[in-house]
């Protein structure tokens, strides 16, 4: 081996670890990854930071996992237990609930940056993918874990999402029934988000993270196409260890920031889910689903004939086969030339999502 | 003979293959079906009932108020209108299925997820929902509230 000299300097057991498991090619491989330094390295920060709060996820949720029953009689009594009996309990469930929520931010501001910095390009369209597909199964984490605790907000918001498969032609009500476990949110529903939650969304989490991963390290960092042009000589820094320490300031400002959040603002738990109660006043849904909730709203019954929700949930989902396709349809940039339209097409997107979620918040619930 | 122009070998292996390939695909269908079965949920017994006596007596629910009542395994709202008539509709709303409530201040019925907005005759009158809410028929006999579905 080459590192002959360095390994007299290792102690005995790196020395007898190294011979087993290689951690000389390891270290090669983590010190091969550099960062380029310009002035949008910021935006570097983002993915990192998703992944750690996904961590914190992984983490508090075996932890809510220790307490958590998943059927419509208890669901709602054992989180009610957690909070009020159980010692730090509202603590852990306030982390996981603010830590998805910043998750859920970061993972925003990391796909947008990457969105206008045009990092799709190639050779990295399938690490956007993955990265699609990832916020996709944040989504669904959210979707599916809002249900647990079981209360009214939760009920209905899994009532009006369920339905919303349901709309369209021909497999719309094999899907509701399918998501539903039955043709009305029960408890049957309950515990199938609760495997979906607890079992399937981190197993295909991971393997979506590990691909997403593994791409990054073997493509390194994009550099926007316009640092690229303009500046000859490249400035970098390595990944190992000094762009991983300043990742761990950020980390550990977040962990700072999730503690205070968790401790000033706790996750609240509501009124028990009654399936025969109206939908309260003022219901919402969480904020990242805010922008399609009021576009719902908003919607005639009735465009062109078609009915108005239809139109917006195939809208959606035609926005999200958009956001997908990204680096094929954006054909300029994969010649090597700037690509304004893409930029504006984004700068609408993110507006739109603003201003309907600002609408949201804003507009009075009962006119 | 296929064998015979392609050689005994090249045969024998498309053979193998062909035989390979469809275990393989019985395999993965054996595995499959069960569980794409196993996903769907078996169909519940539909309440059969066309007709429920109401818990409520008529005394109990005053004119221009609503109260949401069970038809069957459904939930369902009966409405008193200002005029003092009673009045039974489907709650699930016809947009995304949420449960719609009386609105007093307005005097007819209200969908708090997408603000849908029904007047005393179930019918939509604004906002998202592309339908009318089903009508029931209501009986009172006596001091019982009877209500039911179709003619």
């Known amino acids: 081996m080459t590192m002959e000299g360095s390994d007299k300097q290792r102690g005995r057991l790196w020395m007898w670890l190294n011979e087993r498991i290689g951690l000389a090619e390891l270290e090669k491989f983590a010190k091969k990854k550099e960062v380029p330094v310009h002035r949008h390295t910021v935006w570097y920060y983002f993915g990192g930071m998703t992944l750690f709060l996904f961590l914190v996820q992984v983490a508090t949720g075996i932890l809510l996992l220790l307490y958590y029953r998943p059927s419509a009689e208890e669901a709602y009594e054992s989180i009610q237990f957690l909070m009020t009996e159980v010692e730090f309990g509202w603590l852990i469930r306030s982390i996981h609930s603010w830590a998805a929520n910043l998750m859920i931010l970061t993972l925003f501001i990391h796909l947008f940056s990457a969105l206008l910095l045009q990092a799709y390009r190639s050779p990295r369209e399938i690490t956007w993918m993955s990265g699609v597909g990832l916020l996709g199964l944040a989504l669904a984490f959210g979707f599916t874990g809002y249900l647990l605790p079981w209360?009214?907000?939760?009920?209905?918001?899994?009532?009006?999402?369920?339905?919303?498969?349901?709309?369209?032609?021909l497999v719309g009500s094999f899907l509701r029934r399918l998501l539903r476990g039955g043709d009305d949110v029960t408890g049957a529903t309950l515990t199938r988000f609760y495997g979906i939650h607890v079992a399937?969304?981190?197993?295909?989490?991971?393997?979506?993270?590990?691909?997403?991963?593994?791409?990054?390290?073997?493509?390194?960092?994009?550099?926007?196409?316009?640092?690229?042009?303009?500046?000859?000589?490249?400035?970098?820094?390595?990944?190992f260890p000094n762009f991983l320490l300043r990742d761990l300031v950020g980390w550990l400002s977040a962990l700072a920031l999730l503690a205070a959040l968790a401790a000033y603002y706790p996750a609240e738990l509501g009124q028990k889910a009654d399936p025969f109660k109206p939908a309260p006043v003022g219901i919402k849904p969480e904020w990242y689903f805010m922008f399609m909730f009021q576009t719902l709203k908003l919607l005639p019954s009735y465009i062109l004939g078609v009915e108005g929700e239809m139109v917006g949930i195939v809208g959606f989902g035609l926005g999200g086969l958009f956001l997908l396709l990204v680096p094929f349809l954006d054909r300029r940039v994969a010649r090597g030339e700037p690509s304004p339209l893409f930029t504006w097409i984004v700068i609408g997107i993110v507006s739109y999502m603003v201003a309907l979620t600002y609408l949201g918040y804003t507009m009075s619930p009962t006119k | 003979m296929a064998e015979e122009t392609l050689g005994p070998d090249l045969g024998r292996r498309k053979i193998l293959n062909w035989l390979l390939g469809t275990s393989a695909g019985a395999f993965l269908l054996s595995v499959f079906y069960p569980v794409s079965r196993y996903l769907i949920p078996p169909k519940a017994e539909e309440s059969t009932s066309r007709t429920v006596t109401l818990s409520l007596k008529p005394a109990e629910v005053k004119a221009n108020?609503?109260?949401?009542?069970?038809?069957?395994?459904?939930?369902?709202?009966?409405?008193?209108?200002?005029?003092?008539?009673?009045?039974?509709?489907?709650?699930?709303?016809?947009?995304?299925?949420?449960?719609?409530?009386?609105?007093?201040?307005?005097?007819?019925?209200?969908?708090?997820?997408?603000?849908?907005?029904?007047?005393?005759?179930?019918?939509?009158?604004?906002?998202?929902?592309?339908?009318?809410?089903?009508?029931?028929?209501?009986?009172?006999r006596g001091d019982q509230i009877v209500v039911s579905k179709g003619a």
């Open chain 1, 151 to 169: 209360n009214e907000l939760a009920f209905f918001a899994t009532r009006v999402g369920t339905e919303i498969p349901g709309v369209l032609p």
């Open chain 1, 200 to 239: 399937v969304l981190p197993l295909l989490a991971t393997l979506f993270l590990g691909l997403h991963l593994f791409l990054v390290q073997k493509h390194g960092m994009s550099v926007p196409p316009g640092v690229e042009k303009k500046s000859a000589s490249k400035q970098a820094m390595p990944f």
């Open chain 2, 65 to 140: 108020s609503g109260e949401i009542f069970r038809f069957g395994n459904q939930p369902a709202i009966l409405i008193r209108t200002p005029a003092g008539e009673l009045k039974a509709f489907s709650a699930v709303c016809t947009h995304l299925a949420c449960i719609v409530q009386y609105r007093a201040d307005l005097s007819h019925i209200w969908c708090a997820c997408h603000n849908g907005h029904f007047d005393l005759n179930g019918l939509n009158i604004a906002g998202p929902p592309p339908r009318p809410l089903e009508q029931y028929t209501v009986n009172v």
